[in-house]
């Protein structure tokens, strides 16, 4: 439908119909969080919900970027791609720079874009952006990217022009997930494992809460946790935190903050290895325990948690969910449960209940469905 709605806009804008569609999803991590800037693991699924693009080719190099959900047109020429210009249209522009940065020739386009990527809820809603433009450009342009370098050229466009200091984690979920699977990346080597991720077989869903809930300084805290983590590893005389191979001797030589920090990023990437030996034995109770293990460790060591997601993470586990942790990059947004199929509406109404108990804004529920990443769709 999105697909229409934005084929629809773009015939709108250009009284043409786009040469084609292409989406980009958000994505859920399962596990694995705050580790893929310390060159540790991350095991995302990709989501059904998607940034979705309408393009064609221009001749007078230029670009005309339409958002039909803020009902917004921009048009940039070529000495207007600027690194830090503020606005939604950025993921859009910083997508044509980092591709131009990296030598590719990129021709003007009008670029009609809708998502139902819920925004600021954790789900990479920017990276679902960038990875659609990077699909789309490159098959306008007919470049041949290897899919990991898409991945690294939409981060580009995040990190240098956006100017967001992320990892590789949105990215390469948006680029390289497959229906039904999640993704297990090595952020240090790039080796990646498409991981079967059969939960509903098994008689589960993965119930995700989005809390609707926003810490207003997320970007401040995530940068302040990385300069932690890089810290951590001055302290200790290490590349990265991925390198730390004695724990209890790096919070020997820690101040106690930088400590937890550190403790929770190891922590993290060893959960993340036990998830996957779980999924392969079919242990979701196992699975359960690690997530929940996951958001303790978020909540207590590496304090990026927030009220509203901690009640979700309580209220499931004491509706009987196998496990349940917060997504993505912290301060609200998402929790995800893994629950029994049968226990799905209880699960769901005990939340929105102790939440509107709690006078907090209603939570929004839906089934996380492992899906296609990036791609052409029409
Ligand atoms: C955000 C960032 C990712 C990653 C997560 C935390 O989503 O964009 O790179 O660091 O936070 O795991």
């Not at 084929?7 to 694995?32: E, H, K, M, Q, Y």
């Not at 800037?37 to 230029?62: E, M």
């Not at 830090?84 to 670029?111: I, K, M, N, Q």
């Not at 995040?158 to 949105?170: F, K, S, W």
């Amino acid at each position: 439908m999105l697909t229409d709605q934005a084929a629809g806009a773009f015939r709108a804008l250009t009284g043409t119909d786009p040469v084609g569609v292409w989406s980009g999803p958000g994505r859920i991590n399962l596990i694995g969080e705050h580790t893929d800037y310390n060159d540790g693991f991350v095991l995302p699924f990709a989501l059904p919900q998607a940034a979705f693009l309408a393009a064609s080719p221009r001749t007078d190099g230029r670009w005309r970027l339409r958002s039909v959900d803020l009902d917004d047109t921009v048009e940039l020429g070529l000495d207007e791609l600027v690194p830090g210009t503020p606005g939604w249209h950025s993921y859009l522009a910083g997508v044509v720079w980092a591709l131009r940065e990296a030598g590719h020739e990129v021709v003007g386009a009008d670029l009609v874009l809708t998502s139902d990527v819920p925004l600021g809820a954790g789900l990479s809603s920017s990276a679902a952006i960038e990875c659609a433009a990077l699909t789309a450009l490159a098959d306008l342009n007919g470049l041949d990217i290897a899919p990991m370098d898409r991945a690294k050229l939409a981060r580009v466009a995040e990190n240098a022009y956006v100017g967001a200091p992320t990892g590789l984690l949105d990215q390469a979920a948006s680029t390289l997930c497959v229906a039904d699977h999640a993704l297990f990346l090595d952020c240090r080597t790039l080796e990646t494992q498409q991981v079967p991720l059969a939960v509903t077989a098994a008689g589960l869903e993965i119930l995700v809460i989005d809390t609707r809930t926003r810490h207003s300084h997320v970007d401040g805290e995530y940068a302040a946790r990385r300069a932690s983590c890089e810290e951590a590893c001055r302290l200790l005389g290490v590349p990265a935190l991925r390198d730390v191979t004695d724990l209890d001797d790096a919070l020997a030589r820690l101040p106690e903050q930088t400590g937890r920090r550190v403790r929770h990023v190891v922590t993290e990437n060893q959960r993340v290895l036990d998830a996957m030996t779980a999924l392969a034995a079919g242990d979701y109770p196992g699975l359960g325990r690690l997530m929940t293990a996951s958001h303790a460790s978020m909540r207590d060591d590496y304090e990026i948690t927030e009220a509203s997601v901690d009640l979700a993470v309580e209220v499931a586990l004491a509706e009987g969910a196998l496990g349940a942790r917060m997504t993505g990059g912290g301060f609200g947004g998402c929790v995800l449960a893994l629950v029994s199929a049968d226990r799905v509406d209880a699960v769901s109404e005990a939340v929105i209940a102790a939440f509107a108990a709690a006078g907090l804004p209603q939570p929004v529920t839906f089934l996380g469905r492992p899906s296609a990443g990036a791609r052409r769709v029409r």
